[in-house]
C-alpha cells in the first residue's frame, strides 16, 4: 500500500490530517475541493495534449500520479 501514491492520498493522508486535529468535515471538504478544481484541470490537459504529442501528455500523468 505505501509504494502506491494513489493509496497514499487516499489513506495515509485523511488519517494524518485526522489524526492531527482536524475534522472529517474539514477533511471532506477538501477533498471535495480537490477534486472539483482537478475536473478543469484534466479538460486543459486533455485539450492541450489533442495537439501536441501525446507521448508528454502520458508522461505528464505518469510524473503527476508519482508526485502525489
Do not use: H, N
Request: neutral net charge; charged residues 10%.
Amino acid at each position: 500500500m505505501l509504494i502506491s501514491p494513489t493509496l497514499i492520498a487516499w489513506v495515509v493522508l485523511p488519517y494524518y490530517l485526522l489524526a492531527t486535529g482536524y475534522e472529517v468535515l474539514q477533511v471532506g471538504a477538501l477533498f471535495t475541493l480537490m477534486t472539483v478544481l482537478g475536473i478543469p484541470l484534466q479538460l486543459l490537459l486533455g485539450k492541450v495534449f489533442t495537439v501536441r504529442d501525446l507521448r508528454l501528455g502520458l508522461a505528464a500523468v505518469d510524473a503527476m500520479e508519482r508526485a502525489c
